[in-house]
């Protein structure tokens, strides 16, 4: 048996350090630790470097697939990029259109006047909302992609600005020249952007400078989010679509793991929210709904919208709960205003659901004439609640924040194994000896978020 050459390892070590990305490295049995420095991973009051570099390779993936899209797409509904994650193909047009209409019924459900959107592509919901408000102001981090917009009003800006940017002077200059109110805009909107953040420490940083922004009695919408309780079921969908076997649970697992998108659970996000009101000194309620889509698809399954009514003018409710059972025949009975919650709702667009669900979608035609929502329950993606009067849907972020759940998937995790596997790599090349030596990279915890 070899003994381990601690000299060389110590040296190895030694070296690593040097580097600025590596924040501590040891000697061990079997090679060298090292972590990342805890600057890279920062993201206030600026993005540390593997966080910026993070954000430059979706910016860049995005740039790339404007600049391949055929100039003769209109500008209200460019889809590129959209494309089914089991076959690769552009999902349906039809599909696509309802996704954005139903996205525009839930933001102007919340008559906003001033809107600032962080991540706006190329416009689908610029194109519908702003002719609606009195002011609007959208960001993107890729230059250009919101094409020319001779059909809505002059009070609309477009600026180049990262998500976590709201207080950066070009966008308070967008908003000033949109003619928005001092007190800032009363809807923030941020949909399909989250999954291209790195993790949630990025996450909180976002929904901190929102709650500062947005105005009181306003709205935060963060839609079209991909749910991290879902993740398994996700990866097990698009791998046995490629193929059944005994092999498909390593495969569902595997694919997992390679996620690059962020997903997370409402109750993660309440917890973010929960923590920025109390450092805001802001009241910060929150509603969980499911994508009300017709067609089956992962658009309907995998994927929710949150909306934080920040220092809310309606009161709060504590609804009366009933049982489904009891009352799936006669809704329009029980829903008479009076103040009720029907829980434990079973989900009809998941593929297991059991023969007493039902989708989202139905769900919400059956209420409709009602003064009620539908919402999904925060703390399980497989059940579904109706709530009336509508604004019960929203319930203190503390109160959500305690429920099970909070879990997330990070796709920085891997990208930093893989940059300071590299950079130990190319740290070490002209060391003798050092090649054969094995270098594990230790995962960091998540820097402390600051205001």
Known sequence: MTRPDTTL????????????????????????RIH?????????PVPGALVTEYLEHWSEVYQLTYDAAPRDVPGDLDLSGWRASDTGEPLPTVHMRQWVERTVDLIVGLRPEWILELGCGTGMLLHRLAPLVQGYVGTDVVADSVRPLPSVPGTVRTVRAAAHETDAPVVS???????????????????SVTQCFPDTGYLDAVVRAAVRTVAPGGYVVIGDNRHAGLHA????????????????????EARAERD?????????????????????????????FPKLLDADSELTRYR???VLAVDPAFPSADPRPLRWPDVADRLDTVLDGSGVRIPDIPNGALPDAPGSSITAARLASLVARNDARVTLAAHDPRLLEVVSPASAAWRPAAEVAALPGGNSHEPLRRFTLQRLRATARACLRDLPGARGVTVEVAPAPHPASTT
């Open 173 to 191: 200059s967008a908003m000033a020249a949109a003619g928005f109110p001092a007190a800032g805009p009363d809807c923030v909107v941020l949909n």
């Open 260 to 288: 690059e998108e962020l997903l997370f659970d409402p109750v993660a996000l309440a917890r973010i929210a929960a923590k920025a009101g109390a450092d805001a000194g802001r009241e910060i309620r929150i509603a969980t």
């Open 36 to 44: 990342p420095a805890a600057h890279l991973l920062a993201t206030t």
């Open 9 to 32: 390892f110590a040296t190895v070590a030694a070296k690593l350090r040097t580097h600025p990305w590596i924040g501590h490295a040891e000697p061990t049995d079997s090679g060298v």
């Open 233 to 252: 079921e996700f990866s097990t969908w698009v791998e046995r679509r490629r193929g059944t076997g005994p092999d498909l649970a390593d495969r569902a």
């Open 304 to 306: 929710f919208d949150c």
